[in-house]
């Protein structure tokens, strides 16, 4: 994750619970950089955090399939 920080790049984004720990380190040592992540809850100003039910979609997807 600090290897990605220290490119030039305006946002990082993630995906899964198994990054929670390394996010709070890099967010907070990261305050001008904006940051996503996707499936978890991290605090911070810099940072927006998104959850979904996983279960949902294959809800949907059997649905249309009976369909």
Known sequence: M?????R???MCVTL???FEDA???????????RFIHI???VPGDNIACYDFRS???GFLAGLVAGL
Not at 2 to 6: E, L, P, V
């Open 2 to 6: 600090m290897g990605g920080c220290r």
């Open 39 to 41: 499936e978890g809850m």
């Open 55 to 57: 279960e949902g979609g």
């Open 8 to 10: 030039p790049r305006r």
């Open 23 to 33: 996010m709070r380190r890099v967010v907070a040592s990261h305050p001008a950089r």
């Open 16 to 18: 899964g619970y198994l």
